[in-house]
């Protein structure tokens, strides 16, 4: 069975420092993959989304980026963080093709300070 | 208007009681729609996909108009563990399989 894993699952950040968020699937080849973020009391809001490896679609521009070094790893990243990046980040993965439900990992929170 | 609209709630209900929650979507073309639920601090589960003709799974039934463009999700006999915020789901395959998820509708089953 697939399994998707993100780390960390608390982070704590200062503002401007850098981040980097890492999220894994396990059990599937060439998934695709997601980073979303929820705001406090809010929906959930697309980030970024990959059909394969280097591949990359933005949804909204802002300070972060994701890279897809491997397969079935999904990189989220920034240079320097602002007040308004705290969340909580969620990746997901789904089969694509015609198969469009997405399976969840258990998510970062992150607090900017 | 926001793509897909849910009433936020929250919806308190005793258990044992049925709860009916609803869901609008405003992009016609929309094509395929799901039902997540998402505990406190956790991340959202697949709860159900909502198909045409309307399906069942357990306490839990889904159904989908698409002349009136809203999907529905209905609970028996609540428990206490059904308490979490459920996120009505669409998507259009003419903006390339997005999910559009809604701002989700907080359910509270007391006893």
């Known amino acids: 069975s697939q399994t998707i894993h993100q780390w960390p699952a608390t982070l704590v950040q200062p503002v401007g420092s850098p981040l980097s968020l890492e999220c894994t699937v396990e059990g599937t080849s060439n998934p695709n993959l997601y980073w979303y973020r929820q705001a406090a009391g809010r929906g959930l809001q697309l980030l970024f989304y990959?059909?394969?490896?280097?591949?990359i679609s933005s949804e909204v521009p802002q300070n972060l980026s994701a890279s897809r070094p491997q397969d079935r790893q999904f990189i989220l990243s920034s240079k320097k963080l602002l007040l308004s990046d705290s969340g909580f980040y969620l990746c997901?993965?789904?089969?694509?093709?015609?198969?469009?439900?997405?399976?969840f990992g258990p998510g970062t929170r992150l607090t900017v300070t | 208007r926001k793509e897909v609209e849910q009433d936020p709630g929250p919806f308190n209900v005793p258990e044992g009681a049925t709860v009916a929650f609803n869901c609008t979507y405003s992009?016609?073309?929309?094509?395929?729609f799901f039902w997540y639920r998402q505990d406190c601090r956790k991340e959202p589960k697949l709860l159900m996909s909502v198909y045409s003709s309307g399906n069942e799974d357990g306490r839990f039934t889904a159904q989908l108009n698409r002349a009136s463009q809203y999907i529905s999700l209905l609970i028996r006999d609540s428990k206490l563990s059904d308490s979490a915020t459920y996120l009505c789901?669409?998507?259009?395959?003419?903006?390339?399989?997005?999910?559009?998820f809604g701002q989700g509708t907080e359910l509270s089953v007391k006893p």
């Open positions: 990959s059909v394969g490896i280097g591949q």
């Open positions: 789901v669409v998507i259009s395959y003419n903006q390339g399989g997005k999910l559009i």
């Open positions: 992009n016609s073309a929309s094509q395929s």
């Open positions: 997901a993965w789904c089969l694509g093709g015609t198969s469009y439900e997405q399976y």
